[in-house]
């Protein structure tokens, strides 16, 4: 099994829609959690980390959910903008070194 | 700010040649990572600094060393490249482990 595992899709919805993705991850002892965009041959940029308590950022709205081991990202009132991948990075603690882990990616593409 | 950058933005290189990467960050950030995306593939470790002087290796450091002599700098060496090392370079940084990591624009880099 994938330390941390995304859906690729493309996930092809219009302007307006609601989408939400999932990451799921398998080490259970995870630390921290974050959602990058990245932008097709540009780098990754940060989009939001997540909170246990879930977090909200305009139209953005990350979820944490430790008992089934899953991150969320729910994206309301889609714009052409937010056509882009989405990364899910996990932190983790193995031998005394903390790792990050990235999702290899969800492809989204908001349409006109 | 300049954040993280990355030069060359493109290198075609040929089997056998040596080259270095080079990466720099203005945000005093202690921490450097190195990692290489390939095509439908998460971003991969390859090498990581937690300080200047202080070097370990990460998920795939075959066929790559790297120093890190000041705060700022942290330049990936490849030697006797090779068509496998064919890939997108990120340079990131971060201030602490299991925050947030800022990329530069990335090296695109052909081994033919």
């Known amino acids: 099994r994938k330390e941390v595992e995304q859906d690729p899709g493309p996930f092809n919805v219009p302007e307006g829609a609601t989408v939400a993705f999932n990451c799921t991850y398998s080490n259970s002892a995870s630390q921290s959690f974050f959602w990058y965009r990245q932008d097709c041959r540009k780098e990754p940029k940060l989009l939001m980390s997540v909170y246990s308590s879930g977090n909200e950022d305009g139209r953005f709205t990350a979820q944490l959910n430790r008992a089934s081991q899953y991150i969320s990202l729910l994206i309301r009132d889609s714009k052409l903008s937010d056509s882009a991948t989405y990364l899910c990075?996990?932190?983790?603690?193995?031998?005394?070194?903390?790792?990050?882990?990235f999702g290899t990616g969800t492809r989204l593409k908001v349409l006109a | 700010n300049a954040g993280v950058t990355q030069t060359p933005k493109f290198r075609i290189l040929k089997i056998g040649q040596s080259m270095t990467l080079q990466c720099a960050q203005d945000?005093?950030?202690?921490?450097m990572y190195w990692y290489r995306q390939d095509p439908g593939m998460g971003l991969k470790l390859i090498y990581y600094s937690v300080g200047a002087g202080i070097t370990d290796k990460g998920e795939v450091p075959n066929g790559y060393n790297v120093s890190r002599s000041t705060t700022e700098d942290f330049p990936l060496r490849l030697e006797l490249a090779a068509p496998s090392q064919t890939s997108v370079y990120f340079c990131a940084s971060s201030g602490a482990y299991q925050e947030t990591q800022y990329f530069g624009p990335g090296t695109r880099l052909l081994v033919l």
């Open positions: 945000m005093n950030h202690n921490y």
């Open positions: 990075v996990v932190t983790v603690y193995p031998s005394g070194t903390y790792k990050y882990i």
